[in-house]
């Protein structure tokens, strides 16, 4: 009799407690369906503009994101991609590089790599003398940008909806540097290599955590700036892809990186 009513006391335990361990369970399984949620601390998520990322300038990665825009002819180029299609398009090494939408808003999905850390123009502008052909020195190449990027009046940026602290808006003026141009390219001129000097407000993330992210940039200039006075380009094509004029919209881009 004594080990019946031993026996039916356990079992009343195990019932009771099971409920819980169910619980417990399906506490664990939310926690790791939650994971890629990532908890950012925006200090020091950036590059500064005097650091050396990957052991080159702040500057010369600029110059390879407009060496990287300007290979890509225009049916592929992710500048004028509303959807992320063409994000990993001629990416390669530390860096990729990403680009703002031109005329309206954007959003777009793109899978990074681990270990790469992300350059972002705010706003930027070139001058080379593909698309000035009146411009004949650096110097003037170097005063072309510089009177387009000073019609940029501000810059924001959040991720995973946390403002980015202002210390990240850098402008960087680089050095005369080279670019080619392919067959149908986005300047709309013939296939050519030529130099050119540019000026811009960047945005230059660290490697972040493997997870998902959504990344928000918006570049502001001045309203009452007009094409002509942001130095469209002089080749009579009409493109202004080499200003900050049309690309002051937010672009979103939905960032997984794994």
């Not at 703002?100 to 899978?111: K, L, M, S, W």
């Not at 190449?141 to 946390?162: H, P, W, Y």
């Not at 200003?243 to 794994?258: A, D």
Request: charged letters at 20%.
């Amino acid at each position: 009799m004594e080990n019946r009513l031993t026996l039916m006391m356990l079992t009343i335990v195990l019932t009771i407690m099971l409920p819980i361990n169910s619980i417990s369970a399906s506490t664990k399984n939310e926690v790791i369906s939650n994971q890629d949620k990532v908890d950012l601390d925006t200090n020091g998520l950036a590059y500064n503009s005097n650091s050396r990322p990957f052991n080159l300038s702040y500057a010369n990665w600029t110059e390879k994101w407009w060496q990287w825009t300007y290979s890509i002819p225009w049916n592929k180029n992710p500048s004028y991609d509303d959807t992320g299609e063409f994000c990993q398009e001629n990416q390669d090494g530390p860096v990729w590089f990403l680009t703002q939408g031109f005329d309206h808003p954007v959003e777009r999905t793109c899978n990074i790599p681990q270990n790469t850390a992300l350059l972002i123009p705010l706003l930027n502008s070139e001058c080379s003398f593909a698309e000035f052909k009146e411009l004949k020195t650096e110097e003037e190449l170097r005063e072309c940008a510089r009177n387009m990027q000073d019609f940029v009046t501000g810059a924001k940026a959040s991720l995973n909806n946390i403002t980015l602290p202002n210390g990240i808006n850098y402008r960087i003026q680089t050095d005369l540097f080279n670019f080619t141009l392919p067959q149908n390219n986005i300047l709309n001129v013939a296939a050519q290599s030529t130099q050119a000097v540019a000026d811009g407000n960047w945005l230059f993330l660290k490697p972040l955590p493997p997870g998902k992210y959504e990344l928000k940039v918006k570049g502001e200039i001045d309203s009452t700036t007009s094409k002509n006075e942001t130095g469209a380009s002089s080749s009579g094509n009409n493109n202004n892809y080499n200003g900050p004029i049309g690309w002051n919209y937010t672009t979103t881009y939905k960032l997984l990186v794994n």
